[in-house]
């Protein structure tokens, strides 16, 4: 089995569009495709994203919010917000297909509120872990620092997205047996197959952060099946066998869930 581990199916720069995502999922499915862990950005995405879990089973539910949602210590009340719509989504029967998502840090901008984003993403965590839930965690221009958070937070329920470019932090979060992600930029730079190369295939996942613009392009989820196969080849696995240790990892991502 396959699964996109990350995209956005609901985007903060339009608005729901369920006919699209309908199509999306249906094009993907066709290549062997069968989840989407669709996070979230921001409360519009959260509501739109919830609405999308009701509709669609193959969408497993990221609640979260972007770094860059946290300028100023008034911005932790979203906090309660994402409290507040797990509790929904538990009343809608949405707890077997629900992680937090995207959330983490990102000091990309020259203003970004470094002291305000780290007190979220620790009071985040805080969540994930009374909640029992994996967590899907960005890292731009901060990767010492969420590392730094994460080991001493000692939650393990984790998956690095797009976490490809430093060897040193991805052995360093291998060891501490999170998942990484690998996504669409994997086709065009083979750095990242020397980064990533001595992670344990266990602890692999395949994304497109979908619709984030790659080399030019946004990638919808079919080109997993590129990626996974690529993957496969450079590691000198057969693909069965990563087929059943994907169906694993799912498992252990989603135990309630019958994949």
Not at 6 to 33: C, N, Q, T, W
Not at 55 to 76: C, I, R
Not at 131 to 156: G, P, T, W
Request: charged share 35%; net charge negative.
């Amino acid at each position: 089995m396959m699964f996109d581990a990350h995209l956005h199916l609901a985007d903060e720069s339009a608005l729901l569009d369920i006919r699209m995502v309908k199509e999306i999922i249906k094009e993907a499915e066709k290549e062997g495709i069968s989840y989407f862990l669709s996070n979230s950005l921001d409360k519009r995405t959260i509501d739109e994203n919830i609405a999308l879990a009701k509709e669609f089973p193959e969408v497993f539910l990221g609640l979260g919010f972007f770094p860059t949602e946290f300028k100023k210590d008034q911005d932790l009340h979203k906090i309660e917000y994402l409290k507040e719509k797990i509790r929904e989504a538990k009343k809608e029967g949405l707890s077997d297909r629900l992680f937090i998502g995207e959330v983490g840090l990102d000091f990309k901008e020259k203003d970004a509120n470094k002291e305000v984003q780290e007190k979220a993403l620790i009071n985040i965590l805080k969540i994930a872990k009374e909640e029992n839930l994996y967590v899907e965690i960005h890292s731009r221009f901060a990767v010492k620092q969420v590392v730094n958070i994460l080991e001493d937070f000692q939650y393990k329920k984790v998956i690095m997205h797009w976490f490809t470019d430093s060897k040193k932090y991805i052995d360093k979060v291998a060891k501490l047996g999170y998942f990484i992600t690998i996504g669409p930029k994997y086709l065009y730079d083979q750095n990242i197959f020397e980064n990533i190369k001595d992670v344990p295939k266990e602890q692999i996942l395949f994304e497109t952060d979908y619709p984030a613009n790659v080399s030019g392009k946004a990638h919808k989820p079919e080109i997993i099946k590129e990626i996974f196969n690529k993957y496969c080849k450079d590691k000198e696995i057969n693909k069965d066998e990563m087929h059943t240790i994907l169906k694993e990892s799912f498992r252990k991502i989603f135990p309630n869930i019958k994949a």
